[in-house]
C-alpha cells in the first residue's frame, strides 16, 4: 500500500498527497476551523470556551498519536500553489489484539495526553470517555479503514475537495480489499458519503440526550 500512498491523486486543481508529522500544527488548524460550526464536536467538548482552540488541542492529540507517522493522513492541496484545503484522518484496519497494535494505542495515549488534556480541560473526563465508547462499541467488528475526521477549510467547502480526499483512500481500500466505516453527523454529510458507497447502518446514541451521528459502512468494493 505504501508504493500507492505516494502516488498522488489529481483531480479538478487538486492534489491529495499523505500529510507528514511536519503538517501537525496546519492540519489541526484546518480540521478545528472546518468543524468550527459542527454541533457533534461542540457536545463532544460541552461547548467550553475557547472552542476553536479546544477542537485544534483534540485534533493535535488524535493526529499526533500515530497516524500521520503512519502515513494515513490524506492532504487535499491547491495544485498550483500547495496551499492545504482539506485533511482526512484515517486510521488503518485494525486486526485485533496484535502485541503492536496495542503498543501502538498505549504510545499514541502518551503522545496525545497533553493535547487531550487541554482540549477537554475542565470537563468532567466521564462524558469523553462515554461519548468514545460510544462510538467505539458502535464499530463494526470486522478490520475496516476508519475516517475518524475529513475537513475541508471553511472558504473551499462544496467544491469537491472532500470528495476527492476520500476517494484517495477508499480507491486504496478498494485495490487492497478492505472494508471503511465513518459516523456521519448529518443528513448532508450523509448524502455525500453515500454517493461514495457508505450505507448507514444505524443511530450511534453517543451523547446523554440520545442523539449522535448515524454509522456508516462500506462494503469491500471491487476497484
Ligand atoms: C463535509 C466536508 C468534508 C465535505 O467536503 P466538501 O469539499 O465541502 O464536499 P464536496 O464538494 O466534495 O461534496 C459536496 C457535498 O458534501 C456535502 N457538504 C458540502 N458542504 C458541506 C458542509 N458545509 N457541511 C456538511 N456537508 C457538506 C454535501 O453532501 C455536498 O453535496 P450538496 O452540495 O449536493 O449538498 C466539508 O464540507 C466539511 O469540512 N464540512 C464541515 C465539517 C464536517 O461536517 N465534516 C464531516 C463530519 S461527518
Known sequence: ????????????????????????TEAAALLAAAFEHEPQVGALLQHRAPLRRRAEHLYRALLGAGPL???????????SDGRL???????????????????????????G??????????????H?????????????????????????APAGQGRGVGGALLRHRLALADAAGEPAYLESSSPRTGALYRRLGFVPLGPVRAFADGSGPVGMWRPVTPP
Open 85 to 111: 484545503l482539506g485533511v482526512a484522518l484515517w486510521v488503518e484496519p485494525r486486526r485485533g489484539g496484535t502485541l503492536l497494535e496495542s503498543a501502538r494505542a498505549a504510545a499514541g495515549l502518551v503522545r
Open 69 to 79: 507517522r503512519r502515513g494515513t493522513v490524506d492532504a487535499a492541496r491547491d495544485r
Open 128 to 152: 469523553p470517555l462515554g461519548v468514545l465508547g460510544a462510538f467505539e462499541r458502535a464499530r463494526p467488528r470486522v478490520p475496516h479503514w476508519y475516517l475518524e475526521a475529513v475537513g475541508v
Open 1 to 24: 500500500m505504501s508504493t500507492e500512498q505516494e502516488r498522488p491523486v489529481q483531480e479538478s486543481g487538486v492534489v491529495v498527497v499523505p500529510a507528514s508529522p511536519a503538517d501537525l
Open 113 to 126: 495526553l497533553p493535547d487531550h488534556l487541554r482540549a477537554f480541560r475542565g470537563v468532567d473526563p466521564r
